[in-house]
């Protein structure tokens, strides 16, 4: 087993981003935050919630479960 120490920073490579988060990556993250904090855990309940949070899907228009998977792919790369 492995002990860290307090001070020794961890980072596991999938959590890297090769370029500075954006106001829109910022923003998704926490409403994604806010959403799965208030106990949803499907997609239609994490679509729904940012469709209700008022944040506009990517072409501007509402969530829904694809453009949202699209969306994910897209920011994962």
Known sequence: MITRTAREPYL?????HPQPITPY????AGSLSEIYSGGVDTLDGVVAGLNELGLHGPDG???TA?????EMRRLGK
């Open 12 to 16: 596991e490579t999938h959590q890297t």
């Open 25 to 28: 990556e910022r923003k998704l």
């Open 61 to 63: 228009g509402p969530w």
């Open 66 to 70: 694809d453009n949202f998977r699209a």
